[in-house]
């Protein structure tokens, strides 16, 4: 279990590797303290990862909408499991004063969630529709009473392991995983399928059911957050090369990608960059548009 600790000015950010068995499906715990920041709004870019987001200073998520005619808002639960999603979203700055969470690896929902991944993407579900209400306002009450950050880590971990269902993906899966994290290229699912006697339907059928999105698109999205990595804290970039370096055939694909999943473009991103590589100054909003 490793513990890291972020402190920039007034954001306070640390996060670590549950401990067995649970680091095998969750990526990481993490808790994050902010000051006011100087926009209300900020673009966030699709992980390729489903989360568990606690708002802790207040009990409610907005999410909003760009439109025609200005920026609209949808509230819900301050605890949410967001699925994968394949566009960005749109956060409120003020609620990222006081928040927890929880970063799943791929495939790691169906180990403690009997929903199909596929039926959480682009969704942001309320907790206690998954798990209750009281074992929903428990977790949130338990974080609020936590001392310290290690401690509220401690709650998060304990409450994971109380949901633990010990479901593993499927052997198919985990292959394919593997296969697409180890190379830039996506690999032709004829490769895949060869390799585990599956029938292409019948792999994409399982891999969407426990991933959440198709082979394909997932592999798209992997390499797009590959070059958003690659992109994040650079100053001067040859965008050429990092296309070519993160596996697209040319700059004009790489563009049409980064577009298509964050709404921007890749200078758009240099200009609007955070601390965080996939938090993105929402340059269109100001105070008063959604005050």
């Known amino acids: 279990m490793s513990l890291q600790l972020l ?11 549950p401990n067995p068995p649970l680091d095998a499906y969750v990526e990481s715990i993490w808790l994050s303290r902010n000051g006011p920041r100087p926009h209300a709004l ?24 760009s439109t025609a005619y200005g920026v609209s808002c949808e509230a819900t639960s301050g605890s949410i499991l967001s699925g994968l999603t394949t566009c960005f979203q ?20 169906g180990a403690f969630l009997r929903m199909p991944a596929s039926q959480l993407s682009n969704r942001q579900v309320p907790l206690e ?32 392991l109380g949901s633990w269902r010990g479901q593993p993906c499927h052997p198919a899966v985990a292959f394919a995983l593997h296969r697409f994290h180890s190379s ?11 390799a585990i006697s599956f029938s292409p339907k ?13 082979p394909k698109r997932y592999c798209r999205l992997l390499r797009f957050q590959r070059a958003v990595a690659t992109a994040h804290g650079t100053g001067s970039l040859d965008w050429t090369q990092l296309a070519l370096d993160c596996g697209y055939f040319d700059q ?9 999943f964050s709404g921007i473009t890749p ?25």
């Open 202 to 214: 019948r792999f994409i059928e399982r891999f969407e059911a426990e991933v959440g999105l198709t």
């Open 7 to 17: 402190i920039i000015e007034s954001m306070l950010y640390v996060q670590r590797t």
């Open 129 to 160: 529709d998954l798990c209750g209400r009281g074992r929903s306002n428990r977790l949130r009450e338990e974080l609020l009473a936590a001392t310290t950050p290690e401690a509220a880590l401690d709650v998060i971990e304990a409450w994971l």
């Open 252 to 260: 004009a694909h790489f563009i049409h990608d980064f577009r298509r």
């Open 90 to 109: 749109i956060i409120d700055t003020r609620e990222q004063e006081h928040v927890a969470g929880v970063v799943f690896r791929p495939a790691g929902t």
């Open 42 to 65: 900020e673009r966030i870019l699709p992980i390729g990862r489903a989360q568990l987001i606690v708002n802790l200073a207040e009990d409610e998520t907005r999410l909003y909408q």
């Open 184 to 194: 830039p290229a996506v690999p032709p699912i004829r490769t895949i399928t060869d």
């Open 267 to 291: 200078s758009m991103y240099a200009e609007g960059i955070t601390p965080f590589q996939n938090h993105v100054t929402f340059l269109q909003s100001t105070k008063s548009s959604i005050a």
